[in-house]
């Protein structure tokens, strides 16, 4: 018999799908003005394709270390192919892109940190790890500020335990799910980021 997916996902399975939200968003768009199917998805493509080419054209414009490298990356064969298909990729890749482009400009920048900018980028880049939480490490790279940009050994401290709680956070998304489906993650009620993938072996 098919598969069918159950009615009662667990509650720690939702928030996977928000990298879905650009498509999903032109889906009912086009929906509402009357277009078939195939022409919701076309224009489920092309929007995914527009919010990709906006954001990393945004971090290479922003970015301050590392500008011709976001530059390739962002035009590299598969992140454009994935950034013109039904795939969250496009989704993590561009934020992941822009929050570092943030991060750099606190990084090269003089004098006291500025924490809402560090804190947009965090948050930029929790956003794009949320529908693929195995990336959850990747947060720590905001911890890697100059010394000399901190007031004290107190501040780093504080800064370095908020990304902590924000890495716990984030991995908790990718573990829970794993160990309430008791199955290696590889059942239906196991968080739908995973694709054929199994969580427990990785």
């Not at 667990?10 to 768009?29: D, E, K, L, S």
């Not at 822009?98 to 947009?120: C, D, M, P, V």
């Not at 991995?171 to 054929?196: E, K």
Request: aromatic share 14%; net charge positive; glycine share 6%.
């Amino acid at each position: 018999t098919a598969e069918r997916a159950p009615h009662n996902y667990p509650y720690t399975t939702f928030y996977g799908r928000v990298g879905y939200f650009v498509q999903a968003i032109t889906m009912c768009i086009a929906r509402a003005f009357g277009a078939g199917f195939t022409w919701q998805i076309y224009l489920a493509n092309l929007a995914n394709l527009l919010f990709y080419v906006i954001l990393v054209s945004l971090a290479v414009k922003l970015c301050v270390i590392g500008k011709r490298t976001i530059f390739f990356i962002g035009l590299m064969p598969v992140p454009l192919l994935l950034a013109t298909a039904f795939s969250y990729d496009a989704f993590v890749n561009s934020l992941l892109l822009l929050g570092y482009a943030i991060y750099t400009r606190e990084y090269i920048s003089k004098g006291a940190i500025n924490y809402k900018r560090l804190g947009l980028a965090a948050g930029i880049m929790a956003l794009g790890i949320i529908p693929k939480a195995v990336y959850f490490p990747v947060i720590l790279m905001l911890a890697f500020l100059p010394k000399e940009k901190y007031q004290s050994v107190k501040e780093r401290r504080r800064w370095v335990l908020i990304l902590l709680i924000i890495v716990i956070l984030l991995a908790a998304t990718f573990v829970l799910p794993t160990i309430m489906s008791g199955n290696g993650g590889s059942d239906l009620y196991s968080d739908p980021r995973r694709t054929t993938a199994n969580t427990y072996e990785q």
